[in-house]
């Protein structure tokens, strides 16, 4: 693995275009040339589209781009790895098989240039997310897998964007609220460096964070829909930076 490493997480990619989902494209792939460029390792900590189902002969034509662009990447001699998120973890064989990009259905203990990572999506971790935590396990079962996929694709893309744009509605979060999210997954990072680890990288909340304690550093990747933020590790420290602008400071939380 390359000691030079790229971070990005919650693209949300759709599947019908607007001027914003034109925007988001163009700059995630500039950014994916910019990796396959410097020939770096590349992990996607989840959600990179706002819906994704693995059909067994059939892929959504208007991701074609960014599958090519992927496999691209990974033919120049990069690895690409995907950590699942909560709007793509129906992800399978196709990825490993056809793009070359590793698929990863939990969170990532991962030893990069001797230092120790842990790379998680994030959802469900806060105390609050108890009914998700069963609910998660429903929804990624092999039975619900099988049942969805008897649905013709197109009927099953119109639910997935009608549940997904509930969802983020629910979301929508106050003030407060972010600062009790925030607080509670530096918590979380702070319990992780206490396991050992030295770089905690997450994802899910969108909220770009960047906190450093005792020589370890926690990272929330941000997005890719507002902020456009990703973190870059060059071998020595792990940075949370925003595409094309100023390196995001590092901030102390606590």
């Keep these: 693995m390359n000691s030079k490493v790229y971070f990005i997480s919650d693209i949300?990619?759709?599947?019908?275009?607007?001027?914003?989902?034109?925007?988001?494209?163009?700059?995630?792939?500039?950014?994916?040339?910019?990796?396959?460029?410097?020939?770096c390792t590349l992990f996607i900590v989840g959600d990179l589209f706002d819906f994704w189902f693995e059909y067994k002969h059939v892929i959504p034509c208007h991701y074609f781009k960014t599958l090519r662009y992927l496999q691209k990447t990974v033919e120049a001699g990069?690895?690409?790895?995907?950590?699942?998120?909560?709007?793509?973890?129906?992800?399978?064989?196709?990825?490993?098989?056809?793009?070359?990009?590793?698929?990863h259905q939990h969170p990532l203990d991962i030893e990069i240039s001797n230092k120790r990572f842990f790379i998680?999506?994030?959802?469900?971790?806060?105390?609050?997310?108890?009914?998700?935590?069963?609910?998660?396990?429903?929804?990624?079962?092999?039975?619900?897998?099988?049942?969805?996929g008897l649905l013709h694709p197109d009927f099953a893309f119109a639910i997935a964007r009608k549940v997904s744009s509930g969802s983020r509605s629910y979301t929508l979060?106050?003030?407060?609220?972010?600062?009790?999210i925030r607080n509670e997954i530096t918590e979380y990072s702070r319990n992780k460096f206490k396991e050992g680890y030295q770089y905690i990288v997450m994802g899910h909340y969108h909220m770009p964070t960047?906190?450093?304690?005792?020589?370890?550093?926690f990272l929330n990747l941000g997005d890719w829909m507002k902020y456009f933020t990703f973190g870059y590790f060059d071998g020595k420290e792990l940075s949370l930076c925003y595409w094309k602008q100023r390196p995001l400071n590092s901030a102390n939380l606590s």
């Design 12 to 39: 949300h990619l759709q599947p019908y275009d607007t001027e914003e989902e034109e925007r988001k494209r163009k700059y995630l792939f500039e950014f994916l040339e910019k990796v396959r460029g410097e020939k």
């Design 78 to 103: 990069c690895d690409v790895h995907i950590i699942v998120g909560n709007h793509d973890y129906w992800m399978g064989d196709f990825f490993p098989n056809e793009l070359g990009v590793r698929i």
């Design 120 to 148: 998680i999506h994030g959802d469900g971790i806060l105390k609050r997310d108890k009914g998700y935590r069963i609910m998660k396990k429903f929804l990624r079962s092999k039975l619900l897998t099988r049942l969805f």
């Design 173 to 180: 979060r106050s003030p407060e609220m972010e600062k009790t």
């Design 210 to 217: 960047a906190y450093r304690e005792n020589g370890n550093t």
